[in-house]
């Protein structure tokens, strides 16, 4: 194995993996519900003579605690497929570790970080999932809630991916040109919670430039724009123009690269605003 160059990736701030101890219990599972049923058949021979009761309560319960054995050890090979990747965080990437093979996507090419909830805490809207592209052309590569320490990685990756992708995206501006992102509206999202199929899903553009905001094809001034409202009880973005219409409505992490689309658009709020402040203090 080959270690990712320091110089391309900054410093290694984390490293990060899951942990056994669920398969590993899922084996002592398996083992003992397989030996009780082992049991259970010993005393179904040796007790012939003294049960008097009926022999199907001793084929039933072998037979359950052999399915539950079963289902202990069909569960192990699913589980191993859910724990196969390691995760280095450098301050200018991420790199992914399965076996030998190293998979680094550096932060300033990332244009898709996608965040969700799944398992209980869906519908707590608990974002315990993060997944990571360059872009539609590449598969997603989920990191899921079982990894170990998952919200300082979440952390980690979420402040490195706005520090360094957001300068990306003031050059593409400033230079005249148009930076997409892409959101989901607030059904799927529920949707997804519900059916777990958190990757079958059909987004919405949101195509920022320097002077506009075009939410799905509705093309608005950036000076119309009143604010950015972000409700903490609701996960709720909701954007209007100046006359109170709103324009957007959506769960916050329906947005893929949430936190980079709200800097973006703030500093960008913010600047005619300080320009304006400039030339009355002029």
């Known amino acids: 194995m080959q270690p990712t160059p320091a110089t391309s990736t900054g410093k290694l ?11 590993i219990c899922l084996l002592l599972l398996g083992s003992i519900f397989i030996a009780l049923a082992a049991f259970v058949g010993y005393l179904s021979v040796a007790s012939t003579a003294q049960f008097n009761g009926p022999k ?11 399915v539950l054995g ?16 390691r995760y280095e965080v450098y301050e200018k990437g991420i790199c992914q570790i399965i076996g030998s093979q190293r998979d680094y996507v550096p932060f ?8 969700f909830a799944s398992g209980q805490t869906a519908f707590a809207g608990l974002t315990n999932n993060l997944a990571y592209r360059r872009n539609a052309s590449e598969p997603f590569r989920r990191v ?26 003031f050059t593409t501006l400033e230079n005249g040109g148009a930076v997409q992102f892409n959101y989901l509206d607030t059904t ?3 949707g997804k919670r519900i059916r777990g199929d958190f990757f079958d899903i059909s987004t919405k553009p949101l195509t920022v430039t320097r002077d506009s905001l075009d939410i799905d094809g509705r093309k608005v001034s950036l000076q119309s724009l009143r604010g950015v409202d972000l409700n903490q009880w609701t996960e709720l973005v909701v954007i209007k123009d100046e006359s109170g219409q709103t324009l957007l409505s959506t769960v916050g992490t329906g947005i893929i690269s949430f936190d980079l689309f709200l ?7 913010e600047t005619p605003q300080v ?3 400039n030339a009355v203090g002029a």
């Open 13 to 23: 701030l984390g490293t990060y993996g899951y942990g056994k101890a669920l398969i």
């Open 56 to 66: 199907h309560i001793f084929t039933f319960t072998i037979g359950l605690l052999v």
């Open 70 to 85: 079963l289902i202990m050890f069909a569960l192990v090979p699913w589980q191993k497929k859910l724990r196969t990747a």
């Open 108 to 115: 300033a090419e990332m244009n898709d970080l996608y965040l």
């Open 144 to 169: 899921n809630p079982h990894l170990k320490g998952l919200f300082a990685f979440m952390e980690q990756v979420r402040d490195q991916h706005l520090e360094e992708r957001l300068p990306v995206v």
């Open 188 to 190: 799927q999202v529920w």
């Open 263 to 269: 800097n973006t658009l703030h500093n960008l709020l």
């Open 275 to 277: 320009q304006a402040d």
